[in-house]
Nanobody
Framework: QLQASGGGLVQAGGSLRLSCAASGRTFSSYVMGWFRQAPGKEREFLAA????????YYADSVKGRFTISRDNAKNTVYLQMNSLKPEDTAVYYC???????????????????WGQGTLVTVSS
C-alpha cells in the first residue's frame, strides 16, 4: 500500500515536498516513481528512483526543478518540487515498479502499485 501526502495550494515560484509512505511490502527493493495527471490530460511520468537511490531519472518537464529521493529505512519516497508553475497543477501519484520492461530502461514498465494521489494547486 502506498500513501501519498504533502499536496496543497502554493503560489507560483513556491515549493512543496510530497511524500509517499509504503507499507505491507518490501518497497525498498522496488523502483519508485512519481506521476501526475492534470484535468483533461493524460497521466504524465515525472521521475523515478532506483531501489538503492543511486539512480534517478526525470522527465524534461520537471528536470532541474523537481528532485526525487527515498529513505528505505522509513519506506518513504519524496518529491521535492521547486519553482512551481501554474501548469504543475495536477493530482500527483507515487507508484512502485517491481520489474522493468524487457529491453527498456530500468524505470520503464507497467507500475504495479499506486498511491491514492495528492492534489497540488499552483496559483499564478
Amino acid at each position: 500500500q502506498l500513501q501519498a501526502s504533502g499536496g496543497g495550494l502554493v503560489q507560483a515560484g513556491g515549493s512543496l515536498r510530497l511524500s509517499c509512505a509504503a507499507s505491507g511490502r518490501t518497497f525498498s527493493s522496488y523502483v519508485m516513481g512519481w506521476f501526475r495527471q492534470a484535468p483533461g490530460k493524460e497521466r504524465e511520468f515525472l521521475a523515478a528512483i532506483s531501489w538503492s537511490g543511486s539512480s534517478t531519472y526525470y522527465a524534461d518537464s520537471v528536470k532541474g526543478r523537481f528532485t526525487i529521493s527515498r529513505d528505505n529505512a522509513k519506506n518513504t519516497v519524496y518529491l521535492q518540487m521547486n519553482s512551481l508553475k501554474p501548469e504543475d497543477t495536477a493530482v500527483y501519484y507515487c507508484a512502485a515498479l517491481i520489474k522493468a520492461v524487457d529491453g527498456g530502461s530500468w524505470y520503464q514498465g507497467v507500475y504495479d502499485y499506486w498511491g491514492q494521489g495528492t492534489l497540488v494547486t499552483v496559483s499564478s
